[in-house]
């Protein structure tokens, strides 16, 4: 993992190991970890196509039931975990508290092949991950498990960006242009990773729980993952100007 400024001054550098774990902390890509342990479950366990609409419990001490969008309700459960995401529809039987924008909000895109279609940006990433932080704005390049490259183009933005940047968000083309024109002044083998992507873009929100966010044991429901605390990483470090990663 590497970490710099917009003008590839590395601050910080950690190198691994092709055979062993320098921290102890292997990785692998979330499809794949998810599809090893469906694959461990008894046949069945998982229910398909049951989109959870929202949690009810029958008075204070009561059952709970589950409700779905297009399949009959379902109780009886001893134990309910919610690891729903950001925006679980669990969570409010446990807390009120819902998501805030962080104000910091971009773009994904994706490299195939990057050994191949982005020779240089591969070797930038250096089978790891790149981070590059400067005036309130981060490109990242991280290598994935089938050699591509995830890459993310960060800033401080409204709320409601979308609708004012003056470009279709989902758009390659415009996006790739408005990528040029934020980045103008970063070095060009940094922003080269938002032009050699494939002509596919996710525009991106980052939302966060409040810092220390915490609610009253509830009989039978808990929260994991990001129903539970979901984080603003990029927003820690972007909004804070003194920071080691955004000096430019």
């Not at 240089?120 to 591509?148: E, P, V, W």
């Not at 415009?174 to 996710?202: G, I, M």
Request: some cysteine.
């Amino acid at each position: 993992m590497a970490l710099t400024d917009k003008n590839l001054l590395c601050y910080i550098k950690t190198s691994g190991n092709p055979e062993k774990s320098t921290t102890g902390r292997p990785e692998i890509d979330r499809p794949k970890l998810r599809q090893i342990l469906f694959e461990s479950l008894p046949e069945h366990t998982v229910k398909w196509r049951h989109k959870l609409t929202r949690l009810e419990r029958e008075g204070n001490t009561g059952g709970l039931t589950l409700h779905f969008a297009d399949q009959p309700s379902q109780t009886g459960f001893d134990l309910i975990v919610g690891a729903d995401g950001a925006w679980s529809k669990v969570r409010p039987l446990l807390s009120e508290t819902k998501p805030i924008y962080s104000g910091i909000a971009g773009h994904a895109f994706r490299i195939p092949d990057a050994a191949k279609t982005s020779p240089l940006g591969y070797d930038l990433a250096n089978r790891g991950t790149l981070f590059a932080h400067g005036d309130g704005k981060n490109i990242s390049a991280q290598c994935m498990g089938d050699g591509s490259l995830s890459i993310a183009a960060w800033g401080r933005r409204p709320e409601n960006w979308r609708e004012q940047c003056g470009y279709d968000v989902y758009d390659a083309r415009a996006t790739k242009e408005a990528c040029l024109q934020e980045f103008a002044d970063w070095d060009p083998r940094l922003v080269s990773f938002t032009q050699c992507a494939e002509d596919h873009v996710v525009p991106r929100d980052l939302y966060m729980l409040p810092v220390g966010h915490r609610w009253n044991h509830v009989q039978g429901v808990t929260l994991i993952g990001d129903a539970a605390h979901l984080m603003g990483e990029y927003s820690r470090v972007l909004s804070d100007r003194a920071s080691l990663l955004t000096i430019s």
